[in-house]
């Protein structure tokens, strides 16, 4: 159990190529924080970093309040769940899971009842004796797991632990992780591409993108009010559509928008098919392709006038026909204003 | 598994095109083979008039010479020598050198070079490098107050052809263990760092496991190189001397045969020899995939 700090942190590798600018960030006790963003952000560089297995740099991070930045990833206290595993294949489950304890002198009779004790939680009490190759892509994720969770660490570190595993396993121990990180309230960190696996999980999601934090919140206040453009493009799927402000204006209600802003984000389920007699821009737009997913569908449009494509989120059975152009509706309560160049929120 | 079969449309030519390699196989090796077995059952007059038929005296013989059975034993004690000496070292270097990232492909270069010179002339070099009288080595070690002179001491002798012959053979053993360290994920090495192992216990509970196929592949290899491929180093450095101390069974065969005109007692040694190549060959090919694996 422990706060993790983050201060003024940088990562500069030879050649000058700088993967972290100036980072903070706090994880406090208990706390799952999931860092998203594209490949080459900077996310792993900065759990790597956690872990002990990158230099820092510059700046200083403390594990439990001792800043560890000379300390060997060993004596950090940590444990970390790799993306392939990272599974000895050379030893049985059993000997995965008690390598950690037996390097640290733990007494025989505490190694075996905390093995149980793992194996118990997670399920993977009858394969014990076998080698990870015997085991499927879910049993060795399970293993994994367990070898972290034996140790009891002072904070967990995920590095993409479900990105091997098929959608189906992925949806299943993402719902795992979570039941198993609330019951041990052991500080998490959590690295993932996977902007579903990061909403779902985080108790708070930390938005990366070139070395840098864009936004840090709960998800979904990252999903409400997106503070950059990057952010609100990154969360959400189908990606946020970004309009003109030039566009939107002398169509509908009167538009009142913050100075500086000239464009607007609109979600595609905010994208309405009805007038919903509140104050609404309206768009006209020719339905280029209709999609339908199940629950609800998804229509590729275009806009009349500027020729852009934008999608809307409606619902299943909506009667519309392809090649159609009809009348859509939003809100301007849910527009989010932006500005171009700095990026940012406006409002 | 499937194979790709190609169907000649003419019989003759499938046969026509293995003949050049069948030819060489048959004239440069199945043919002094069984030559050899021949002539390791017959004694020849010393003029070479008369072969005589005589079964197995030439083997009974052999196993009765206390120098053949001395033989066997320096064969022994060479060969283990030479392969754990090459092998150690070469996991060393190849150890050291996967731990440099800028410079390793520099001193991969240079640590297979040795690879690349001829047997005889590494002999030569270490002949010249510890020659009791010009060389290097002993005016050093004499500063040291040992007197090292592979001239008259059998121990100093055996000690020079094992260096020699294990130098030539680190470069080989060097270049299939940093191939086998690269095939390590690093992801596994990191997890047990994080698991609180200090790089030796990492090396020995994870990194030397895991590189088993390679170390029992390359032990196979080793032996094989020190029984039968140093005939060049020995010749050029104590020719078997000093009183027989370095006379291991592939250099047995040559004096024996060539220096001595035994024919019949160096044919039967040869043949063992071969009978030893195929059990190590047999061992190789029946463990190396199956009996490594984790």
């Known amino acids: 159990m422990a706060s993790i700090d983050i201060s003024a942190v940088k990562k500069i590798y030879a050649g000058n190529v700088t993967a972290i600018h100036n980072l903070d960030l706090t994880i406090p006790d208990g706390e799952l924080v999931v860092l998203v963003g594209p490949s080459g952000c900077g996310k792993s560089t900065l759990l790597r970093m956690i872990a002990g297995l990158e230099t820092i740099t510059e700046g200083t991070v403390s594990i439990d309040e001792q800043v560890v930045n000379k300390k060997e990833p060993a004596e950090r206290d940590i444990a970390m769940v790799f993306q392939n595993y990272a599974l000895y294949p050379h030893m049985s489950v059993r000997g995965n899971l008690e390598y950690g304890l037996k390097n640290r002198g733990t007494p025989r009779d505490e190694i075996d009842r905390r093995v149980a004790e793992a194996a118990r939680i997670l399920e993977i009490e009858p394969f014990l004796d076998r080698r990870p190759r015997q085991l499927s892509g879910g049993q060795r994720q399970r293993v994994a797991m367990g070898r972290a969770i034996v140790r009891k660490p002072k904070a967990f570190l995920f590095d993409e632990p479900l990105s091997n595993l098929d959608a189906k396993l992925r949806g299943q121990m993402r719902i795992e992780i979570k039941r198993l990180q609330r019951s041990l309230k052991t500080t998490s960190v959590y690295v993932t591409h996977d902007q579903l696996e990061a909403m779902t999980l985080a108790d708070r999601l930390v938005v990366m993108n070139a070395g840098r934090i864009e936004q840090v919140g709960a998800p979904i206040e990252l999903y409400?009010?997106?503070?950059?453009?990057?952010?609100?493009?990154?969360?959400?799927?189908?990606?946020?559509?970004?309009?003109?402000?030039?566009?939107?204006?002398?169509?509908?209600?009167?538009?009142?928008?913050?100075e500086g802003t000239d464009l607007c984000g609109v979600r595609p389920d905010t994208i309405q098919v009805a007038d919903p007699g509140e104050p609404s821009v309206r768009l006209d737009a020719t339905?280029?392709?209709?999609?339908?997913?199940?629950?609800?569908?998804?229509?590729?449009?275009?806009?009349?006038?500027s020729g852009q494509l934008i999608v809307a989120a409606v619902p299943a059975r909506t009667a519309v026909v392809e090649g159609a152009t009809i009348p859509l509706f939003v809100r301007i309560a849910d527009?989010?204003?932006?500005?171009?160049?700095?990026?940012r929120r406006t409002d | 598994?499937?194979?790709?079969?190609?169907?000649?449309?003419?019989?003759?030519?499938?046969?026509?095109?293995?003949?050049?390699?069948?030819?060489?196989?048959?004239?440069?090796?199945?043919?002094?083979?069984?030559?050899?077995?021949?002539?390791?059952?017959?004694?020849?007059?010393?003029?070479?008039?008369?072969?005589?038929f005589v079964w197995f005296e030439n083997y009974r013989r052999l196993f009765a010479d206390p120098n053949y059975l001395g033989s066997l034993s320096k064969t022994a004690?060479?060969?283990?020598?030479?392969?754990v000496l090459a092998m150690s070292v070469s996991l060393l270097l190849a150890v050291a050198v996967s731990r440099v990232l800028r410079t390793s492909r520099l001193y991969t270069t240079l640590l297979v070079w040795p690879y690349a010179v001829a047997?005889?002339?590494?002999?030569?070099?270490?002949?010249?490098?510890?020659?009791?009288?010009?060389?290097?080595?002993?005016?050093?070690?004499?500063?040291?107050?040992?007197d090292w002179n592979h001239r008259v001491d059998g121990v100093d002798a055996m000690l020079l052809v094992v260096m020699a012959a294990s130098w030539k053979q680190i470069s080989y053993n060097f270049l299939f263990f940093v191939a086998g360290l690269q095939s390590i994920p690093q992801s596994l090495i990191e997890a047990a760092a994080?698991?609180?192992?200090?790089?030796?216990?990492?090396f020995w509970t994870i990194v030397f496991p895991l590189l088993s196929p390679t170390t029992f592949f390359l032990l196979i290899i080793n032996i094989n190189y020190a029984m039968f491929d140093t005939f060049g180093?020995?010749?050029?450095?104590?020719q078997g001397g000093p009183a027989q101390a370095t006379n291991v069974l592939v250099y047995k065969v040559y004096s024996d045969g060539f220096l001595g005109l035994n024919i019949g007692s160096s044919s039967a040694q040869s043949v063992i020899l071969m009978i030893v190549v195929i059990a190590l060959t047999a061992v190789q090919f029946r463990y190396v995939e199956r009996r490594v694996q984790y």
């Open chain 1, 335 to 343: 527009l989010h204003p932006f500005n171009r160049d700095s990026g």
């Open chain 2, 194 to 202: 994080i698991d609180g192992a200090g790089p030796f216990k990492r």
């Open chain 2, 119 to 146: 047997p005889v002339v590494v002999g030569v070099l270490w002949w010249f490098m510890f020659n009791p009288t010009i060389g290097i080595a002993p005016y050093i070690l004499r500063g040291f107050g040992v």
């Open chain 2, 233 to 238: 180093i020995i010749d050029a450095t104590t």
């Open chain 1, 224 to 258: 409400e009010r997106p503070a950059t453009l990057f952010v609100a493009g990154f969360i959400g799927s189908p990606p946020m559509n970004l309009i003109e402000v030039d566009y939107l204006r002398g169509r509908g209600d009167d538009l009142k928008l913050p």
């Open chain 2, 1 to 52: 598994m499937q194979t790709k079969r190609t169907i000649f449309p003419n019989k003759v030519l499938p046969y026509l095109l293995l003949v050049p390699q069948l030819a060489v196989t048959l004239v440069f090796f199945i043919w002094p083979a069984l030559q050899a077995v021949k002539s390791s059952f017959e004694r020849e007059d010393p003029f070479g008039f008369k072969t005589t």
């Open chain 1, 287 to 305: 339905i280029e392709l209709y999609e339908p997913i199940g629950g609800e569908s998804h229509l590729h449009l275009r806009l009349e006038g």
């Open chain 2, 77 to 83: 004690v060479f060969a283990t020598s030479v392969t």
